[in-house]
């Protein structure tokens, strides 16, 4: 679930990017107390905390670890990558 909120954070953080691109900004009309740097910092801001989401999500799972018998005796335990 973090990883698509991660997705989102940073798409929204390319946005505000893209309202610093003179195309976007004459067809939005963002108030003139919105200056540009604020923009570019805050856009590039928003994608790190992103890709930071994203990157800190493992899958959440690890292998489950399964036995290793000599005769009746456990002598090791090693990680089975398809369950049991």
């Keep these: 679930m973090k990883k698509v909120i991660g997705i ?36 590039l801001i928003i994608i790190v905390v992103g890709l930071i989401l994203i990157k800190t999500q493992g899958s959440g799972r690890q292998a489950p670890e399964v036995p290793i018998y000599k005769g009746k005796k456990i002598v090791g335990y090693r990680r089975h990558l398809f369950g049991y």
Excluded: M, N
């Design 8 to 43: 989102v954070v940073s798409v929204i953080g390319l946005l505000a990017l893209a309202l610093t691109v003179k195309p976007v900004k004459e067809a939005i009309k963002l108030p003139e107390q919105i200056g540009d740097i604020y923009l570019i910092v805050g856009g």
